[in-house]
Each structure stands twice: as C-alpha cells, then as structure tokens.
C-alpha cells in the first residue's frame, strides 16, 4: 500500500550533476527502517547505489558511486533524495527508490523510476 513518485532525471554530458528525489505515500511508511535508490539499465541487473536508514541517516555506498554520489532523506517528507555529482556514462539508466524493513528483508519497488542517461 506505498506509492513512490522518482523525479529529477534527465540527460546530462559526462561530469555533470543531477538530484533525483522520492516521494512516498502510503500506510505504514515508518516501519521502512532502509531506504534505497537503485539503477537497472535494459538487459542488465538492477544495482544498489546508495541506501540511508530511516532513524539514524546511516549510509550505505557501493565503490562504484562513493565520493561522487550522496543519498538524504527527509523523513518529515516521505523524501529520500539522491544527488549524483561528476556522472559518467556507465551511471546510465532507469533510478528507482525502494524500501525494506529491516536489513534481512528484500526492497520493495513502488515506483516507476526516473531515466538518467549521461553522454560520453
């Protein structure tokens, strides 16, 4: 019963930035304790990029992003934002945010994602 609304994508050359955000609605948001954003590309597996808890802001940065991408949230907002600095091609595709509550259970996708695609 959670909705999630990405927005923020958008075609950008090689080194720039983007700031995606989340809004969520729903019942029971708060026994989301992890929140995430991940990108899929067509054809390719869907990859973790950052995730924050919700109580402590604890983050969370595979190396393939970390200096260079910072996820927040607001959780007054129901938003989790993700901004992305120096991007590079291979930081292309579809961003989707997601939830899990607790560490143990599998991201739950409510949303239908925003493109990014970064130009060589």
């Known amino acids: 019963q959670v909705q999630q609304v990405e927005s923020g994508g958008g075609l950008v050359q090689a080194g720039g930035s983007l700031r995606l955000s989340c809004v969520s609605s729903g019942r029971g948001l708060s026994n989301y304790a992890f929140m995430g954003w991940f990108r899929q590309a067509p054809g390719e597996e869907r990859t973790i990029v950052a995730s924050i808890t919700r109580s402590t802001g604890t983050t969370y940065y595979p190396d393939s992003v970390k200096g260079r991408f910072t996820i927040s949230r607001d959780n007054a907002k129901n938003t989790v934002y993700l901004q992305m600095n120096n991007l590079k091609p291979d930081d292309t595709g579809v961003y989707y945010c997601?939830?899990?509550?607790?560490?143990?259970?599998?991201?739950?996708?409510w949303g239908q994602g925003t493109q990014v695609t970064v130009s060589s």
């Open positions: 997601a939830r899990r509550p607790t560490i143990q259970d599998d991201f739950e996708f």
